[in-house]
């Protein structure tokens, strides 16, 4: 198993990357299965900022780190790379590619990258404000209490894609396509993809009817579903239709991400509104998605630090003592 035999789909969630997966498997030449989140398990050892544990995980990764050094353990990385690659070894079989399709790798995109620098990454990018209004819909999450786990997905995961993408703009097996075009000229973007694969086309590919590889547990509930996609979709509410909180929602997260980044990220719409940024739901604060685990325990050690904490400690002790008397 050899790293370029590995192609990456990585997109925010409800962005079209089951779509996209399905038709780039339904060949002879690449398998895939369920999105199966195989990298993420591995987090700690690739980004242990993103892993939040019982004991302090910080420390923890420290002292791993240190033993590597202490050991002489250089080739840890090397190590664990060919574990990694063992993983999808199963997939291959007689198959040239694999195709990972986990929209959350987001997350780890730059890691993987370093990783697994000779595997083809596919970027895939769809209007985020459809994206929002698909897990508004799909999942139906029609209140921002609901909505909550998916801040990271909407409020960083845009940037970050649009930032690899550009990072990478000139590196042969980088590739970003679009959501909105695979829809409306589904022949030219596909077979364009196929070509940049390196795999010869045929327009029986694009029908998926029979493809059950994508298949599994998770990934688009429409796609996996035993119905046909048009009825499944069909049969789904609007949750948006008559919701005018979660009208509001939608137009301030077009707001949040201003018109110049939707420009740039895909030439999709204006904003349409007159309230400003100051105006925003607090759902829109990004401010805590951004530190470590190392940035709280600098504030935690700041906060303790701190004359007023001090004195209140004191205050706290003093009173305690009154109570005991």
Known sequence: MEE???????????????????????????NTISEHWLLLNFA?????????SKFDNVLG??????????????NFQSKFKNFLLSLYEPLVNDYPYV?????????IIDEIKKIFPNSRMIILKRNPVDVFKSIINTWNKGSIELLEPYKRDLLLAPK??????????????????????????????IERIYEWLGISFQIDFLDTKRNVKIKGKYGDPYQNSGKSYK???SES?????????????????QRFLGDQFLQEYGNYPSTKGDFEISNLSPFFRTDHLHKTKEDYKKELQRIKSSKTFK???????????????
Do not use: M
Not at 44 to 52: A, F, H, K, P, R
Not at 61 to 74: K, P, V
Not at 99 to 107: A, H, L, Q
């Open 4 to 30: 370029n035999n590995i192609i990456f789909i990585i997109s925010q969630p409800r962005a079209g990357s089951t779509l996209l997966q399905n038709l780039l498997s339904n060949n002879n030449d690449v």
């Open 99 to 107: 195709i990972d399709k986990t929209p959350r790798y987001w997350e």
């Open 311 to 325: 004195i209140a400690s004191k205050c706290a002790y003093f009173f305690k003592k009154l109570k005991v008397k």
């Open 44 to 52: 700690n050892q690739i980004n242990s900022d993103l892993v939040s």
């Open 61 to 74: 990764n420290d002292a791993f780190q240190t033993y590597l050094r202490h050991t002489g353990t250089d």
């Open 237 to 253: 509410k609007d949750l948006t239709k008559n919701n005018d909180e979660l009208k509001g929602l939608l137009l301030q997260y």
């Open 231 to 233: 009825q499944t979709k």
């Open 160 to 189: 970050r894609l649009h930032e690899f993408s550009l990072k990478h703009k000139n590196d042969p097996l980088v590739k970003t396509v679009y959501y909105e075009n695979i829809v409306d000229d589904q022949l030219n973007e």
